[in-house]
């Protein structure tokens, strides 16, 4: 039997789910942005809230630990007036042997409109998403090593603020390939909405088997990687994915892909510093870069809510009629 292909759209192309940026056109990942300088205009006013989810009710479902994604997935929520639950699944049935879909079950039993999942397993939230009642929408809030959209839209997001023109960009993203969920989602962001050219830059032991299919200019050294670059998207290495050792010492990753001031010497002048967080310093970032001028790691955070107003807001508020910001 043929299964009939799962897609995040609904018949008219627009978001049902929030599950991957792949198969996601550039206007769709430009309208997302686009709603979210709305969103961002509204948090710096003095009531940060906006009625356009009243009524619904978003479920937070964290499997692995977070931080970033979370609390701005919370704050996103009660910003457009939803009520929000996070389920803490260290409290919840799952540990007493409920399976997943009897938890999903019982939830949608409590009529919410939306679960938000992080993973540790790749697909999961797809599978969350193929399994659900017809009324819920899932958003993607990080699965194993395959996808972490929202990420990647918050990413490209801050980029676009400081280099709007994406035809000119070089972007190098650095550190481990092959376990990261958010470099797959800016590869391909970043690919779709036309960034000239696109780097990532790791020793062969964290890159996938054959990195060249993910459509990126493949570095071994950061020296090359670096090298008049517009921006610099730093990775942590993922040690919850990686079984036995990939790397020699952490030290000697330092000295070879850890980011400092002197490495970045090679970047344009006016490059940009990044990092999806959670970041470790000594480790691929050295603390004069993670704070320094050019880092913009916190302009990241604070866009979070934005991203995610404007998601939350395109699937769930078509559903209550209204389509933009108040
Ligand atoms: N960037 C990110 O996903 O961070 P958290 O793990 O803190 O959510």
Do not use: W
């Amino acid at each position: 039997m043929v299964r009939p292909q799962f897609s995040q759209l609904d018949e008219a192309g627009r978001l049902r789910h929030f599950l991957t940026t792949e198969g996601l056109c550039r206007e769709t990942l430009t309208d997302i942005l686009d709603t979210a300088e709305s969103f961002a205009a509204v948090g710096k006013r003095a009531v940060k809230k906006v009625p356009l989810l009243r009524g619904k009710t978003v479920v937070n479902l964290f499997f692995e630990p977070s931080t970033r994604t979370l609390t701005t997935f919370e704050l996103a929520a009660k910003r457009l007036s939803a009520d929000v639950m996070n389920i803490n699944l260290r409290r919840s049935a799952t540990v007493k042997g409920e399976s997943l879909l009897d938890t999903l079950r019982t939830l949608e039993a409590m009529h919410c409109d939306m679960f938000v999942v992080r993973h540790a397993s790749s697909g999961a939230a797809h599978f969350i998403a193929r399994n659900v009642a017809p009324h819920i929408s899932v958003m993607n809030g990080g699965d194993g090593r395959h996808a972490h959209p929202s990420q990647a839209l918050i990413d490209v997001f801050t980029l676009r603020r400081h280099k709007p023109d994406f035809s000119k960009l070089r972007v190098a993203i650095v550190g481990d390939i092959a376990h990261s969920r958010v470099a797959r989602s800016q590869i391909n962001t970043l690919l779709t909405l036309g960034v000239r050219e696109v780097r990532i830059v790791a020793p062969r032991t964290l890159l996938p088997p054959v990195p060249e299919a993910l459509g990126a200019k493949v570095c071994l050294s950061l020296e090359e990687g670096l090298r008049d670059v517009d921006a610099v998207m730093m990775l942590r290495i993922q040690h919850e994915r990686i079984q036995g050792p990939l790397l020699p010492s952490i030290h000697e990753y330092f000295q070879c892909y850890g980011l400092t001031e002197k490495k970045l010497a090679v970047a344009r002048p006016d490059a940009i510093v990044m990092h999806p967080g959670p970041l470790n310093r000594g480790v691929e970032i050295d603390s004069e870069v993670a704070d320094g001028p050019r880092s913009v790691i916190l302009q990241q955070v604070s866009h979070g809510i934005a991203i995610r107003m404007a998601v939350m807001s395109m699937i769930l508020g078509r559903r209550n009629g209204v389509e933009e910001p108040g």
